[in-house]
């Protein structure tokens, strides 16, 4: 265990981290879960799951990450530890190298490391697994485009981010300029919350941020997000997905963790977790999804793993 982390239970935690279903999809996974909820069922000892978060989750609340293991548990009949870290390259770093079986991931080093991962599922977000990037600025600025946050302090939330890093630097790229050129000044906050607030505070000038975090901030935490507004929003791209190393893509274990977060609506505790993140549900979706993301990353010469 690194320094700063800390074990609660089956929760590893670094500290200081911040609908329309697929039908088929959603009866397999309800044959899967109708076999692990038999009574009697026990807990598989030897495989346990290893599941790992990133900055994509909006916060390391306890509560959810408790609420979380404990579902996954019951719908896959194995036991789970949820492992958090800082930033999105520890926690890819530990799916490719096996010390994870599934994490949820940004679509940007899902994309870079396409040869080493596979998808598990992909969250739905008002009915589609789709999000935005926002960039945004102090409330009352009244910018309404990139160009207007010339010379700024720019906050990015990592540098393996789409909707905190990619999304803007190709944009910027595409002007023939960079972040590094365009801005006074940028810095990472690692944390999509941490840009909001670094923002609304006025440590920085504008920033780059996850939509989807922005807009259950909103409901969640209005006093963080008052003081900002948004400058603009990108085209629709693929959410943040679960991912696998790719040799276990077809593994026992991927399997009964597909079915059950995709048949997570139809359960009364997936519900309430699914509601605490402020999501629809989970689907199977090709990698093409992501397309779009590959296509930035070109533009800024990002080579793909």
């Known amino acids: 265990m690194s320094p700063g982390v800390t074990a609660k239970g089956d929760v590893e935690e670094e500290q200081g981290m911040m609908p329309s279903f697929d039908r088929r999809a959603l009866l397999r996974g309800c044959a899967a879960a109708a076999g692990t909820f038999a009574p009697g069922f026990g807990l598989a000892e030897t495989e346990g799951l290893r599941f790992g978060l990133t900055p994509v989750f909006l916060t390391s609340d306890l509560e959810l990450l408790s609420r979380l293991k404990t579902y996954l548990e019951r719908s896959t009949g194995r036991r789970v530890k949820m492992v958090t870290r800082r930033t999105y390259q520890e926690i890819t770093s530990m799916l490719i190298s096996r010390e994870l079986d599934a994490a949820w991931i940004c679509g940007y080093p899902f994309v870079a490391n396409a040869e080493q991962l596979s998808l598990v599922?992909?969250?739905l977000?008002?009915?589609?697994?789709?999000?935005?990037s926002y960039l945004i600025a102090a409330k009352g600025r009244g910018a309404n485009s990139l160009a207007a946050l010339r010379g700024d302090i720019h906050a990015f939330s990592d540098p393996d981010s789409n909707s905190g890093f990619l999304v803007t630097a190709a944009e910027l790229e595409a002007q023939g300029t960079s972040p590094d050129q365009f801005f006074s000044r940028t810095f990472f906050t690692y944390g999509h919350r941490n840009v909001v607030r670094a923002v609304g505070t006025g440590l920085a000038a504008s920033g780059s941020v996850d939509g989807y975090i922005y807009e259950v901030l909103k409901e969640t935490e209005q006093r963080l997000v008052?003081?900002?507004?948004?400058?603009r929003k990108s085209p629709w791209l693929g959410f943040p997905p679960i991912a696998c190393p790719t040799s276990l893509e077809a593994a026992p274990l991927t399997l009964a963790l597909r079915n059950a977060l995709v048949a997570m609506p139809l359960d009364p505790d997936g519900r309430a977790v699914l509601a605490m993140l402020r999501l629809d549900g989970f689907s199977e979706e090709?990698?093409?999804?992501f397309d779009p993301i590959a296509e930035m990353m070109r533009r800024v010469g990002v080579s793909r793993g």
Do not use: F
């Open 226 to 231: 008052a003081e900002t507004e948004v400058v």
């Open 125 to 132: 977000w008002k009915g589609k697994p789709l999000y935005q």
């Open 286 to 289: 090709p990698a093409s999804l």
């Open 121 to 123: 599922a992909v969250p």
